[in-house]
C-alpha cells in the first residue's frame, strides 16, 4: 500500500496539536507519524506532533465553516449546506487518485457531503467516530451514508449506532492507544504516609468532577489518608474559569488541590507520580484515553462502569463502580488507599493489558490490518 495515500480529515473544531488538540488529533498524529505518504486535513496546526508540514494540509475554510454553523444554528437547508461542505473540502482533496483513503474524523456529513465526489475518484471513504455523535443525525442524512468502512473507538458506539442505523456496513472497532515512550511506570515507587489521587480530565461535568470532590470530601471524614490533585480545564490548550469551575473551586474540600491545564510530558509525569487513578465520568463515555494513558504508568484506576470504559479492563488494571455515586467512588478509593499490594497487583495488571491491547505500536497494526481489508 506504499503508493496509496490515506487523507485524515478533521473536524472543523479540531487543531492538529499535541498541546491545543483533543484526543482526535492526539489518535491522528500516532497512526500516521510514521506513515511517509498519509495526509492530515485540518482547520489549524502547529508543528508539535512532529508531522513534516508538507503532510498537514491546513483548511482555513474548516474554522469559517465552524463560525457559520454557530451564526447559523445548523438551519442550513442540507443540499445547501452539503454544497458548502465540498466547496471547502474538495480544494484540500484535489489530489485524490484512484484508491486511495479519505478517513473523516467525526462528521457523517462531511461524508454523505464528499461521496459523489470520491465515487468519481474511485477512492475510499472511511468514517471513524470517537464519540456518539452518529446517533444524533437526521435520517435523512444517515440514509444517504455509504461509506465503505464504518470505525468505532468501542464496542459501545459500534453498538449504539449499529442499533440506530442498522443498514450501516462494514463497522468495525479501533481501540485507542497512548504513547509508551511518553507514559510508562517509574523504576521505583517510593512509599509515602500519604496517597496521591489523580483526576486528569476536562472539567466539565459530565466528566463527574464534582463527583470526584464528593468522594474526596468523603475520604476526608473518614481520615483517610489521601491528597486528591484535579488537572485539567474546560478545553484543550487551557481556558478561562466557567461557572462550572469556580463552584468546584469553591466547594472543594481541603484535601483536593487543583493543577491547572497539563499535556504532554508534565501530565505524564503527573500520572507516574500518582498511586491512584480516578475517572468519575458520569455519562456514557466512548472509551476514555485518561484510563490507558494511567495503565501505561502501572497506576491502578477507579473508574466508572459506563459506556466503553468497562471494555478497557476486561484484563484487569480497575476497579469499576456505579456513575454517579459519590460513596462507591470513595469506598473503592479507599480500598486502594489503603492496600498497597493490592494497588500493586492492579497496577500491574493494567501495565500488561495495556501492552497487550492499547500502545500505539498495537493500534498502528490494527489501522493497518483494516486498510488492508479495505484495500485487497
Not at 28 to 57: F, H, L, M, Q
Not at 88 to 104: A, F, G, Q, T, Y
Not at 124 to 140: A, E, P, R
Not at 171 to 182: E, Q, T, W
Request: proline share 5%; aromatic share 10%; net charge positive.
Amino acid at each position: 500500500m506504499s503508493n496509496i495515500t490515506v487523507y485524515h480529515v478533521l473536524d472543523e473544531a479540531e487543531k492538529f496539536s499535541e498541546f491545543e488538540g483533543g484526543a482526535i488529533s492526539r489518535w491522528v498524529a500516532n497512526i500516521v507519524r510514521y506513515d511517509a505518504t498519509s495526509k492530515v486535513i485540518c482547520p489549524d496546526a502547529d508543528d508539535t506532533w512532529g508531522i513534516p508540514a508538507e503532510r498537514v494540509i491546513r483548511n482555513p475554510g474548516l474554522a469559517g465553516y465552524r463560525t457559520f454553523q454557530r451564526r447559523t444554528r445548523h438551519k442550513l437547508p442540507w443540499p445547501l449546506r452539503s454544497r458548502l461542505l465540498r466547496w471547502i473540502l474538495n480544494p484540500s482533496l484535489r489530489e485524490v487518485r484512484e484508491k486511495d483513503v479519505v478517513w473523516i474524523h467525526n462528521r457523517p456529513d462531511f461524508a454523505v457531503a464528499l461521496q459523489p465526489f470520491l465515487r468519481t475518484r474511485n477512492a475510499k471513504l472511511v468514517l471513524q467516530m470517537h464519540n456518539s455523535f452518529l446517533v444524533q443525525w437526521k435520517g435523512y442524512i444517515m440514509r444517504a451514508l455509504a461509506a465503505d468502512m464504518n470505525v468505532f473507538v468501542s464496542e459501545f458506539l459500534k453498538n449504539e449506532a449499529h442499533s440506530k442505523w442498522p443498514h450501516l456496513r462494514q463497522c468495525v472497532v479501533l481501540y485507542n492507544g497512548a504513547d509508551d515512550k511518553m507514559f510508562f511506570p517509574l523504576s521505583e515507587r517510593k512509599q509515602g504516609e500519604t496517597c496521591t489521587i489523580l483526576f486528569a480530565s476536562r472539567l466539565v461535568p459530565e466528566k463527574g468532577v464534582h463527583i470526584f470532590l464528593q468522594a474526596m470530601r468523603l475520604l476526608q471524614e473518614r481520615n483517610i489518608r489521601a491528597q486528591g490533585v484535579v488537572a485539567g480545564a474546560s478545553a484543550f490548550g487551557g481556558s478561562k474559569p466557567t461557572p462550572y469551575i469556580r463552584e468546584l473551586h469553591k466547594t472543594a474540600p481541603s484535601n483536593v488541590v487543583f493543577a491547572g491545564y497539563v499535556a504532554g510530558k508534565e501530565l505524564a509525569q503527573r500520572f507516574r507520580e500518582a498511586d491512584v487513578f480516578c475517572c468519575a465520568s458520569a455519562w456514557q463515555e466512548p472509551f476514555g484515553l485518561v484510563n490507558i494513558e494511567a495503565m501505561a504508568c502501572a497506576v491502578p484506576v477507579v473508574a466508572t462502569r459506563t459506556g466503553g470504559i468497562p471494555e478497557i479492563f476486561r484484563e484487569g488494571g480497575g476497579l469499576l463502580v456505579d456513575p454517579g455515586s459519590a460513596g462507591q467512588l470513595a469506598d473503592a478509593l479507599e480500598k486502594l488507599v489503603l492496600n498497597r499490594p493490592l494497588r500493586e497487583e492492579i497496577g500491574a495488571q493494567g501495565l500488561a493489558g495495556f501492552q497487550k491491547n492499547f500502545s500505539w505500536c498495537v493500534a498502528r497494526k490494527n489501522y493497518e490490518n483494516l486498510l488492508g481489508k479495505l484495500l485487497p
